[in-house]
């Protein structure tokens, strides 16, 4: 059942390099998240059940709900163009995407570790590294944000690989999660609006050499 | 002791937040100033004793936390005047935020030096990054938002990097049925580790702590993060937020040194080491803002100083001495900044010139302060920094000594032309009129800070010596 989970999440990934819309990418955020709260009920069997339910919690209501929301929110305030505007072509973003996820596959059949299930190092590294690829591939800032939230999920299906030994390093990865939401969402789009009149968000570009 | 600073540093830190007034906001940053330096000399006095699980002062840690208090009078000092020269647009508000998040940043510096689990330092890590966000965009511009921005970003995946490094690592500790991640439970079972796990955690530990130390890949975030802080905090970003770095970096590379790995992790920071000084020479020749030309500056000592601890050998004992001389000497130049900005009102180098007539106390400090970066004798870096070509040469990576020094040279010529371009050559279309008088007081404790250089590196005491060497003894 978890393979199912983990499995339909490297599946969104390719779903979201073609995506042409904001809110298909928020969509998509919004699934994950319940992807990953399934997920980290079916896996961390073996954590205490306050611990158990803190995770989840932070998985609904910061992955699922309030994250996406609060682009959403941030996008209809500062009157973003809901076009993604990707540097390169839908086509060659699903090669990229699809070529990463077959990397990961050939790399992880060269660990002979029988501790790790391979499927959370698959969608795991698949998930990070397409994140990156969505920051990089595309213009706008709130992309960039949103592949990073991707680049977090992917973290944090690494962590849950481990969550039953350490369950330490999951909450690790939720104070991360917690920081990162403050710090990007939070300083950064509240300011933004006082600070800049523009409605885009794109001017943030000249500070160079 | 440590959880006794930090909690004491939080308390005077929501002080100078919710604090309005002058006088009183003024009293509690000399209070965290003196309590840095307490803190400062009990982590001296009672170095290697630990009380906590997490914590432990080590030779390594302790020095720099010594340098970190050397640095935080000077920098505290000029903040005050740098508060002061701003008053029509600092409000009480925006000053109780300054020193409040500078007291969080150089307290979680300081912890995070003497840290000794990898989880800790991740942790004081990301408040270093949240407090120096805030000091950062200190003047609420687009261009401050912008260099805050990327700062945010760039931390941010970093440190995401270094969460994966841990997870990777805690793979590799699975195996073995270790569950202490402190770094002395690493070194102890350093044999027991997955080499597979290992080496990819080594990977993304080292690539995302590259943001804090200024290497290759990572380093644009503290770049653009120099240029838009004020100078004060600048010259902490490039001096203790780096070592924070360092010393994050040296103790993972600690754990993997003593594996049959060592060679392969030599390889990887030489290579991010080498192009860090390559891309330094090449802004360096090209850049014309004077406070990124210092910035620059900066990685290239951080790409010779990972060059030295990759050689092994003496180049350990001296990237560490380089490490604590550079601590000393970046601050003056971008405290020294600020008067540079108060004479022209530009930082753009084509609208400088002539300082040796409008502050000569400040341009002879540049000129000297010129020679100890570019680490030209008497500069105390010029002994570190022989010693670490020393150390290339006796490991017998010649082509890279070679490729290094050439480098050097084009980084001499390139800091040289800006420098002497505003000591020496008029500007064009300046208007003498308004010219500040500055006082020549405000440069004696940049001078004093280069002295203690100097002064350390020629004739370093025993005691000092005896702690680089107990520091080296990690990795050996």
Redesign the interface.
């Known amino acids: 059942m978890t393979d199912i989970l983990l499995i339909t999440l490297a599946m969104t990934l390719l779903y979201m390099s073609i995506a042409n819309r904001l809110q298909t990418y928020l969509n998509i955020l919004v699934f994950q998240g319940f992807l990953l709260f399934g997920a980290t009920y079916l896996t961390l069997t073996e954590v205490k059940t306050a611990n158990l339910l803190f995770i989840m919690l932070e998985t609904i209501v910061f992955k699922a709900i309030a994250v996406p929301w609060f682009i959403g929110y941030i996008i209809k305030k500062n009157k973003i163009t809901r076009v993604a505007e990707p540097y390169v072509s839908n086509f060659a973003s699903l090669m990229v995407v699809t070529l990463i996820i077959l990397v990961t596959i050939v790399l992880s059949g060269s660990i002979k570790d029988i501790n790790l299930d391979k499927t959370f190092f698959v969608v795991a590294l698949s998930t990070l590294f397409t994140g990156l690829y969505l920051i990089v591939s595309r213009k706008k800032i709130i992309t960039h944000v949103i592949g990073y939230i991707v680049v977090e999920n992917g973290v944090f299906v690494l962590s849950l690989a481990v969550g039953n030994e350490m369950p330490v390093l999951v909450n690790l990865g939720v104070m991360l999660d917690i920081f990162a939401s403050v710090l990007i969402l939070g300083v950064f789009f509240n300011k933004i609006g006082d600070v800049l009149n523009d409605p885009d968000v794109n001017v943030l570009r000249n500070l160079k050499d | 002791m440590v959880y006794l600073f930090l909690v004491c540093s939080a308390l005077l830190a929501i002080g100078l937040f919710i604090n309005k007034n002058r006088l009183v906001n003024y009293v509690l940053v000399s209070v965290y100033g003196i309590l840095l330096v307490t803190f400062g000399v009990y982590e001296f006095v009672n170095q290697g004793i630990s009380h906590s699980l997490f914590f432990k002062p080590d030779s390594l840690g302790v020095l720099l936390l010594s340098a970190l208090c050397i640095i935080s009078i000077p920098v505290l000092f000029h903040s005050y005047r740098y508060i002061e020269l701003h008053k029509e647009s600092e409000t009480p508000h925006s000053r109780g935020m300054y020193f409040g998040a500078l007291a969080i940043l150089m307290s979680a510096s300081g912890a995070a030096y003497l840290s000794n689990h990898i ?1 800790v330092t ?2 004081l890590i ?1 408040i270093t ?2 407090s120096a ?2 000091l950062i ?1 200190h003047h ?4 401050a ?6 700062y ?2 760039i931390c ?2 970093s ?2 990097l270094v ?2 490094g ?2 990777f690592l ?2 590799a500790m ?2 073995a049925g270790i ?1 202490d991640m402190s770094y002395d439970s690493l070194i102890k079972n350093y044999s027991l580790l ?1 080499p ?2 290992l080496k990819l955690a080594f990977l993304f530990i080292f690539t995302g702590f590259t943001a804090k130390l200024g290497l290759v890949p990572m380093y644009t975030a503290g770049i ?1 993060a120099k ?2 802080a004020p100078g004060p905090v600048s010259a902490i970003l490039a001096s203790a937020l780096m070592n924070v770095g360092f010393v994050s970096v040296y103790r993972t590379y600690a754990v993997i040194a003593h594996t049959p790995y060592h060679g392969w992790a030599n390889g990887v920071i030489i290579i991010a080491a080498i192009l860090t000084v390559f891309v330094a020479a090449v ?1 360096m020749t ?4 004077i406070k ?1 030309l210092f910035a620059y500056s900066g990685i290239e000592h951080m790409g010779v100083v990972m060059l030295g601890l990759a050689a092994g050998g003496i180049g350990i004992y001296a990237s560490i001495l380089h490490i604590l001389l550079h601590t000393l000497i970046k601050p003056a130049l971008f405290l020294q900044y600020n008067q540079i900005y108060r004479v022209y009102g530009s930082k753009s180098i084509y609208d400088l010139g002539n300082y040796f007539k409008y502050n000569k106390t400040g341009a002879l400090l540049m000129l000297v302060a010129f020679f100890s970066v570019t680490a030209m004798p008497p500069s105390g870096l010029f002994v570190s920094e022989f010693m670490i070509f020393q150390s290339l040469f006796e490991s017998h990576h010649i082509i890279l000594l070679i490729i290094l020094l050439v480098l050097l040279t084009v980084i001499i010529w390139g800091f040289a032309t800006n420098v002497f371009r505003l000591l020496f050559i008029p500007p064009v279309s300046f208007d003498e009129t308004n010219v500040p008088k500055i006082s020549p007081w405000e440069s004696v404790l940049q001078y004093v800070l280069i002295i203690i250089s100097i002064y350390f590196a020629y004739n370093t005491p025993g005691r000092f010596i005896n702690m680089i060497e107990q520091a080296v003894r990690i990795i050996n």
């Open positions: 989880a991740w942790i990301e990054t949240l966000s805030l965009y609420r511009s687009v261009k938002l912008e260099g805050t921005w990327k945010v970003f941010a995946i440190i995401t969460y994966v841990i997870l805690s793979l699975k195996q569950d997955n597979f796990w653009d240029d838009k802004y090209r850049v014309k803002n990124r």
